[in-house]
């Protein structure tokens, strides 16, 4: 499985990003996918996860509201997306996508240890 992220860059305070990861390697549309981030010193934490079909979403509490995940699981796509607005100098981290080695219910998508996959990081930087 390969998971390629993309989009990142330097914004503004209250701009916006949308951030892809590009899967290859497997089935994508069978599996749920995340997001997380890593501020510098910081421990990487959860941003966002969808389910397979992107009916079920579930977002961290700093992002609720601002940020939204979204798939296309066309075969010519297989992307998922973050596309983030308002965006604050907080939000200043690596961004990288994830995706479980395995089936798991949306609720262990929130724990980055349960994930098998992970995307090269894009690095999103906010400024005041």
């Known amino acids: 499985v390969q998971l390629q992220a993309s989009g990142g860059g330097l914004v503004q305070a209250g701009g916006s990003l949308r951030l892809s990861c590009a899967a290859s390697?497997?089935?994508?549309?069978?599996?749920?996918m995340g997001w997380f981030r890593q501020a510098p010193g910081k421990e990487r934490e959860f941003v966002a996860a969808?389910?397979?079909?992107?009916?079920?979403?579930?977002?961290a509490d700093s992002v609720k509201g601002r940020f939204t995940i979204s798939r296309d699981n066309a075969k010519a796509k297989n992307t998922v997306y973050l596309q983030m607005n308002s965006l604050k100098p907080e939000d200043t981290a690596v961004y990288y996508c994830?995706?479980?080695?395995?089936?798991?219910?949306?609720?262990?998508?929130?724990?980055?240890?349960?994930?098998?996959?992970w995307g090269t990081g894009t690095l999103v930087t906010v400024s005041s």
């Open positions: 390697g497997r089935a994508f549309s069978n599996y749920a």
């Open positions: 969808l389910n397979w079909n992107g009916g079920s979403t579930d977002y």
């Open positions: 994830a995706a479980p080695a395995r089936h798991l219910p949306m609720a262990s998508m929130g724990d980055w240890r349960f994930m098998g996959y």
